[in-house]
Each structure stands twice: as C-alpha cells, then as structure tokens.
C-alpha cells in the first residue's frame, strides 16, 4: 500500500534566517498524526541564509543524516571533531547525550540540505561524525546498517537508497521492511507495485509504503529522490 503525502501538506516555517519544510512534527509545527514513521523521526528541507548558524544543541540519541543539495557546511562537535561538507556529500552526525553539535552555513550561497533522523539502537557504536560522496549513478545505498558499499554506517536497521534518473529512466528497488518512506528531493516520479494503481509525487512530496516487497520509480522529469527502507 502506498499512500501520498503532498509538500503542502507538511508544516513550513520561515524565519528570515532559515526556511524548512517539515515532514513530520518538529519545532513549532506538531501534528499528532504525524510524530515519525517507525525509527524515522525526522525528514525536514531547510535553508539557511549565508553566514547563518545552528548554536550548539543536544539531540535525542538519533542518527541525523545531511545531505548537501547547495552551498558548504560546517558541522562541530564539543568532543573537539569537525568536518566541512559540500554540495554532492552526506554527512552524519551521531547523537549521543552529553555531547554538542553546531552547523554552519560557511558558503557564499544559502545552504540547502536535507535532514533525516533515525532512532539509534543504545547498544550500537559508530563514529562520531561521517562522511561520504553521494555516487553520482541512477540507484546507490546512502547510508545502511553496515555501511554497505561504502555507504554511511547507521545504528539502526534501516536502508538509504539515493535516486537519481533521467526523463524516462526506471528503477526498481527491493524493500527489506514491512515500511518505507520516498522522498522526492526534485521531479517528478510514478511509483508502480502489483497492488494498486501507480501513483504519482512531484517536487517535495512523500509517500508511505506499507507491505511492499519491491516497488518501480518511473521518472516523468528528471528525478532526485530518497527511499529509506525501515526495517527496524
């Protein structure tokens, strides 16, 4: 089963010096329906104008997941730890009480990321802060249990699958989960399972995938878009 959720029905905020769309609640949005998606807390689009900055804060224990769309980041740690990202890199950061995290815009242009946190298993260990290059291919693993073909190493069950095709291309993508999640970043895509009619997102809406065991992305425009599989 595959239901839509459209961008415009997310919450959005915008306070000058940073603008977001929320996929499900967070800050000042909250919408009891909507408080996550199995260990899928978060899934917010922001923006931060040049030179803006998130202080140092706590998080939940949480792996938060950045991918770069525009612009150069600067993520900090109170351990001492720090790393720049660019646009075409994932950075994650994870969370773990006590300690403190900071980003950056330190580009000439508005950073545009989007974000993800996942719920981190408490008896799982990973590096503090990491990073990759997204493979610039049509079908590639983000970010996996076991850092899979060089993907991000989660501590959590879940799969990040990067899409990225041309007008016309297709992919086909196996789901280990009972649950999934696609986002589409840009374009538009037909999603295609044996249970029901295809459906259709455009730019920036989601969809939840329930019980199915693989699923179709047919690009209609060129297409960028996340599926995160949730097995955990």
Known sequence: ??????????GHADYGWLQARYTFSFGHYFDPQML??????VLNQEVLAVGA?????TYPQADIVNLILQGRAEYRDSQGNHIQANVGEAVMLSARAGITYSE???????????QLWLDACPSRENPLIQKIEVVDTSHSLLAS???EDGSLTLR???????????AGQSVT???????????????TVCIENHH??????????????HDEQHIRLQAVTPLRALLIDLAG
Do not use: E
């Open 1 to 10: 089963m595959i239901t839509n959720r459209t961008a415009k029905q997310c």
């Open 36 to 41: 996550g998606y199995a260990s899928l807390r």
């Open 53 to 57: 900055a998130f202080q140092p804060r």
């Open 104 to 114: 950056h815009n330190i580009g000439t242009v508005p950073l545009t990321r989007l």
């Open 145 to 147: 249990p076991d850092g």
């Open 156 to 166: 959590q069950q879940a799969w990040i699958h990067h899409v990225d095709l041309a």
């Open 173 to 187: 993508v196996d789901i280990k989960g009972s649950r999934a999640y696609l986002q589409s970043i840009h374009g």
């Open 196 to 209: 029901a009619n295809p459906k259709t997102l455009i730019c920036g809406d989601g969809a939840f995938i």
